[in-house]
């Protein structure tokens, strides 16, 4: 089945860009989404791409798509502490439905 | 729009008790997901509803579990009898399938938080 790798864990300083990978083995992917969950919370939509685009920004956040390589990334450009969180990198594949399948987080921890 | 409203927000229960957990998608969604997460497992998607229609159940873990969508407002998620292991935040989230691109996000609720004793 699909699979969806992340790296665990990253540490930055305030006001550094951070980049959080993923990757992916499902070809058929349609969407590719980044979620955030605070502590306690539930998982928030930051944004997405359509797997024909190879990049979006929207304000502090560019999504990189390399579909050749199966490589999703998500830069935060200039990082606060209120963008510690645990992100969540799913893929969508439309013909198997409209089920996402989710890696295992990354938790950013964003040092003062 | 209010969001997935999910309920209750935190369980605390006795082992072998019922379990019930409560979604209102977003007006005008037509697809459901019932999602499970714990720290061992990750995010797992457990069901998943179109038209009210369950689709794929394939992740249901045993026959302890049942989710009903009697009506496009509202779905339930069962879990008869409960046991520690069950133990996790439960998710549900709703989307409006069909849509062109911008459409096809999935909205998920605040999550039921189940602690099993």
């Known amino acids: 089945g699909e699979d969806v790798e992340q790296s665990l864990f990253l540490s930055v300083r305030e006001g550094d860009s951070s980049v959080i990978n993923c990757t992916y083995t499902d070809s058929s992917s349609t969407y590719l989404y980044w979620y955030k969950q605070e502590p306690g919370a539930g998982l928030q939509l930051l944004t997405y791409?359509?797997?024909?685009?190879d990049m979006k920004q929207d304000q502090r956040l560019t999504v990189l798509l390399n579909k050749k390589d199966k490589h999703l990334s998500l830069r935060i450009a200039d990082t606060q502490t209120g963008d510690s969180a645990i992100y969540f990198c799913a893929e969508m594949n439309n013909n198997a439905g409209n089920m996402l399948t989710f890696g295992g987080g990354t938790r950013l921890m964003v040092k003062p | 729009d209010a969001g997935v409203i999910q309920s209750p927000r935190h369980e605390v229960t006795e082992m072998g008790q019922e379990v019930t957990l409560r979604c209102k998608p977003i007006s005008g969604h037509n697809s459901l997901f019932w999602y499970r997460q714990t720290m061992m497992r990750g995010l797992e998607l457990l069901i998943y509803f179109n038209n009210n229609v369950p689709i794929d159940d394939s992740g249901m873990p045993e026959d302890r579990f049942s989710a009903k969508m009697p009506n496009a407002s509202f779905s339930t998620l069962k879990i008869q009898p409960s046991e520690p292991r069950d133990s996790a935040v439960y998710f549900c989230?709703?989307?409006?399938?069909?849509?062109?691109?911008?459409?096809?996000?999935?909205?998920f609720g605040e999550g039921s938080w189940l602690t099993v004793v």
């Open positions: 989230a709703s989307t409006q399938s069909g849509q062109p691109f911008s459409g096809n996000t999935i909205y």
């Open positions: 791409i359509f797997s024909n685009m």
